[in-house]
């Protein structure tokens, strides 16, 4: 590339060819005491990894990176950061496509899922997040295809190099967002991109299946379902189906 991507003020990268997983060098470097805004950027990953452990492809050509942030909250607060991380991958993405966001964290474009969101926290004894790691992969050059998807995937295209710039200036413009207005503004954004109230979902709980319809997110970012056995609260789940 011509010139170093270019980063929000204040905001440091790491950049490396390859690497086992950024979220891993990540968390390293957190615990070294790295500032929030240290991002880990590899052009490739051996061992990247997305939510309940799945492997996530990682070969070059798509966009591999995780961020260090320092929220300064109770662990509970620090998992409203995947709806944050989600609205700035929607951010990112060019007009004139079709962006919607699936929860927990999720975000699909045309229809198809262009990206995988991870976040890890350590947790003091005071029960105060002392740093979390925010894995963002977004699929640029190609559209990976894995037979565990439950749904095709799509790509952004354009450059990496680009790619990180959008994704980096979103995801901080996100987060004083965050910060200055709380979940609520962010809860707003993320379900006027949401699928709509009522459409009928499935949600897998471990072993069970749970059929009902959309009811949103909550104000701390459980998902809402009506049952036919009344409503349910869903703090941990895979939504399947539709891109609510």
Same mark, same amino acid.
């Given at each position: ?8 003020d204040?905001?440091?990268?790491v950049?490396l060819?390859?690497v086992?997983?950024?979220m891993?060098?990540a ?5 070294a005491g790295?500032?929030?805004?240290t991002v880990?950027?590899a052009r490739?990953q051996?061992g ?6 799945r492997?996530w492809?990682?070969?070059p ?9 320092r929220?300064?909250?109770t662990?509970a607060?620090a ?10 991958v929607a951010?990112?993405?060019p ?5 919607r966001v699936?929860w ?10 262009i990206a ?8 003091g004894q005071d029960?105060v ?6 894995g963002?992969?977004?699929?640029v050059s190609?559209?990976p295809?894995?037979?565990e998807m439950?749904?095709p995937s799509a790509?952004l295209?354009g450059?990496v190099?680009r790619a ?6 979103a995801?901080? $413009?996100? /987060?004083? =967002?965050w910060r200055?207005?709380g979940?609520a503004? *962010?809860r707003?954004?993320w +379900?006027?991109? %949401? ?5 009928e979902?499935?949600?897998k709980l471990?072993d069970e ?5 959309f009811?949103?997110?909550?104000h701390?970012? $459980?998902? /809402?379902? =009506?049952t036919?056995s009344?409503?349910?609260?869903? *703090?941990?789940?895979?939504? +399947?189906?539709? %891109?609510a």
């Amino acid at each position: 590339m011509s010139s170093a991507p270019v980063l929000p003020d204040g905001w440091r990268l790491v950049a490396l060819d390859s690497v086992g997983s950024t979220m891993d060098e990540a968390a390293r470097l957190a615990d070294a005491g790295a500032l929030e805004g240290t991002v880990v950027w590899a052009r490739e990953q051996s061992g990247g990894r997305g939510r309940r452990g799945r492997r996530w492809a990682s070969a070059p050509g798509n966009l591999y990176t995780t961020t260090v942030l320092r929220p300064d909250c109770t662990a509970a607060r620090a998992a409203e950061l995947g709806f944050v991380a989600a609205l700035a991958v929607a951010d990112m993405v060019p007009e004139g496509r079709t962006v919607r966001v699936k929860w927990p964290n999720d975000v699909l474009v045309d229809g198809g899922k262009i990206a995988g969101i991870l976040l890890e926290s350590a947790v003091g004894q005071d029960a105060v997040v002392q740093h979390v790691v925010a894995g963002i992969g977004v699929n640029v050059s190609f559209a990976p295809q894995l037979p565990e998807m439950r749904y095709p995937s799509a790509a952004l295209g354009g450059t990496v190099e680009r790619a990180l710039e959008k994704l980096m200036a979103a995801l901080a $413009a996100r /987060l004083a =967002e965050w910060r200055r207005e709380g979940f609520a503004t *962010v809860r707003a954004g993320w +379900l006027a991109k %949401a699928g709509p109230l009522g459409a009928e979902v499935d949600v897998k709980l471990g072993d069970e299946l749970v059929r009902g319809r959309f009811g949103g997110v909550d104000h701390e970012g $459980a998902l /809402l379902l =009506e049952t036919a056995s009344g409503p349910r609260r869903i *703090v941990s789940g895979e939504l +399947l189906g539709r %891109a609510a």
